[in-house]
């Protein structure tokens, strides 16, 4: 991208080598997961962290602080020129008011505290983890202090994972969204619906190679271009942007339950489209990919459970799946259908059906939220997050493995993350709504695997604007809402009770 500002061309011309440097970052973040070598974890990890001194020693250069301080006063900015200032600004802002001392006293502490969860999920004991998540929780307290907030220091670190995003905005989300979920769970289970019969179709052993071919043809039916774009293979599945023409994600086998592969993919694949149809001249920009976390897990969660556990989607992708997995060759599509369907009220949220899965959300902000503001000391949260699961989902864990420690989140210092996943969630029932009134044939494209309109209505409204806008700009604007639990709501109750 060039501008006709020349102060933008050098603020433009000065970021190209720190855009390297998370070229590089990222690069050796999808090797670290797919292929390096286990030996290689120390030099790895020496590398990535000089990369990211070298990142922040060109960011906060004072030449640099001083293009984007004269940017910010310049009159006449096109959305993008004001997009790539808005995002610079929040990051130099971010990392000028933290201390040295609390970053490397953060990372040191992901490390060690990342070792000890790992230990203590093993063996099932939240008291071998305890000392560090309580460290992790007073540097995080820390760090909020630092970067300021006007009303609740949880909306400090909120803001990091999703802009301008605070308690208030979710207060309002959750207070509307967890009742009724709760309601539509009971009333599932209560009238025994067909939807919550297991399926034996989950508990057989399936051929890697052949549901790896699978998943090969439905990225094909869903037109991911190859040349641009690619899939491999890893324990917890992900997305990693290298640049907007370098997108690659990874999927899982665990050998059962064909689904959970299935799903990972298109779930991934539709991280990967946000940026694969991201506007070619945000390349190599701070705006290129997408305005969020949650708007890009509304993405992902749009083409996982929107369009891929809809009905006239299975009825697409039965003959494949016959074809590839042998004791599927007899089932029925409604058999595929209520399979991909399944709701449980379980433990482990990353298994979550799309019903129960912000139940567990919820759990997690309720005590994030109550951590932050020194409601709820570190020793009371097992207690509390097993009470709230039985109130809410109807199990109580009986270990700490199937409770508090399932996440490696806060091992990791990621506070204020796990509600960017039910944003998502929100946002792609928005999304669904708005993109039937839209396409006249939506049910009927999607039943025969043409794709073209969607990804159209998708990059138009939402992807080729990558960062340009803070993620409520981008959604007023293009969907004329804001965070509305409602739609999500609506669907979950026209897709689950009323069939
Ligand atoms: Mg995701």
Redesign the pocket.
Known sequence: MRSDNPIMNQILDAYKPMWSLKHAISLMGWDFETYMPMEGTEERGVADSQLHVMYKDLLLNKEFIGLVESAKKLESLSDMEKGIIRVLNREIYKQIRIPKELTEAESLERIRGNMAWREARAKSVFRKYEPHLEKMIDIKKQIAEKIGYEKHPYDALLDTFEEDLTVDDLDKVFDALTPRIHKILKKLVDSNSPFCNESKLGKLRYDIQKVDDLNHNILALLQYDMKRFRMDVSTHPF?ETMGLNDVRITTRYEGTDFKKSIFSTI??AG?ALYNLQCDQSLSVTPIEGGSSLGL??SQ??FWENIVGRSLPFVQLIAPLIRKHVSFANQATDDELYLYFNNVKADYIRVDADEVTYNLHIAIRYEIEKKIFGDELSVSEIPEFWNDRMEQLLGVRPTKDSQGVLQDTHWSSGLFGYFPT?TL?NLVSAIIASKIRKDLEDYEEDIKKGNFESIRKWLRLKIHQHGSVYAPKVLLSNTLNEGYNPNYFVTYIETKYLEC
Do not use: L, V
């Open positions: 997305t779930h991934e991280h890009h897990e992902s969660r996943y998502g």
